[in-house]
């Protein structure tokens, strides 16, 4: 077996509150400069408690940047721990090797732009309409029909049920809104959704549309799509509230309202 090429660090902040500011004020920007300096190939991060995980893949071996980086955090104040640690990959639940790679790109990608938008006063749209924007993009991509797409919705609440009920009145408006994120094509609004950014879904949903008609995804692909939500809400910020509700109220918008 090939030894892993991705390095891992867990990083604590000294105030959760301000992890996503610092990681896109500090963090981001060296990590990007790094990219293009061809110091490293591909980065990524994921929220976990009580440490982030923040996983890249170094051109050499001797790249340092990364680990000055966290100890001048660490110095200034930003930063409680930070450790080097092992990345174990979810292989089969993303679909196999292949379809681990395609994760990894738009991890990458999403990643940088969630970042992006996090540095931003003000974005143009809320992080819960963006990301049923992005997820309808990949949905798309991958081939999934309007039934299908509910379908991997309702496999997205066994793995975030929902533990409230919403009000008649807030219900009806907030199915309505879904239904419109749903029926919306981001490349309409480029000053909202970043063209490079719904493209790295439209592309990672053609990938592995295309590894499953060629028999070589390890995992049913609504069952791969779903846990690429989870995956996304996480970066996102999205409590497991927000992920539950969003995800019966695209069930609901699919199956339980009329299509007209």
Aim: aromatic share 8%; with cysteine; glycine share 4%.
């Amino acid at each position: 077996m090939q030894p892993s090429t991705w390095h891992q660090y867990m990083i604590e902040f000294t105030s959760p509150a301000s992890a996503a500011e610092i990681t896109a004020r500090h963090i981001a920007p060296e990590l990007a400069r790094a990219h293009e300096s061809r110091l490293l190939h591909t980065w990524w991060y994921i929220r976990k408690t009580p440490a982030w995980r923040l996983r890249y893949q170094p051109a050499h071996t001797n790249v340092t940047v990364v680990a000055e980086l966290l100890e001048k955090l660490a110095a200034d104040g930003c930063l409680t721990h930070w450790a080097q640690g092992i990345y174990e990959p979810e292989t089969l639940a993303f679909g196999g090797p292949e379809a681990m790679e395609a994760a990894h790109e738009l991890f990458h990608h999403d990643s940088r732009h969630l970042l992006t938008r996090a540095s931003k006063h003000h974005p143009a749209l809320g992080q819960r309409e963006t990301t049923v924007l992005l997820f309808t993009t990949l949905l798309r991509a991958a081939g999934q029909d309007w039934a299908e797409q509910g379908d991997v919705w309702a496999k997205i609440t066994d793995l975030r049920p929902t533990t409230h009920d919403l009000a008649p009145d807030a219900s009806n408006t907030l199915q309505h809104a879904m239904r419109r994120l749903m029926t919306t094509n981001p490349d309409t609004l480029p000053e909202i959704v970043s063209p490079t950014w719904a493209d790295a879904f439209h592309n990672t949903g053609q990938e592995l549309a295309a590894l499953a008609r060629n028999g070589r995804l390890q995992r049913g692909l609504r069952a791969v799509l779903a846990h690429h939500f989870i995956f996304h809400a996480n970066r996102a910020g999205l409590s497991g509230t927000d992920q539950a509700t969003l995800a019966r109220l695209a069930v609901n918008t699919v199956f339980h309202t009329d299509t007209d």
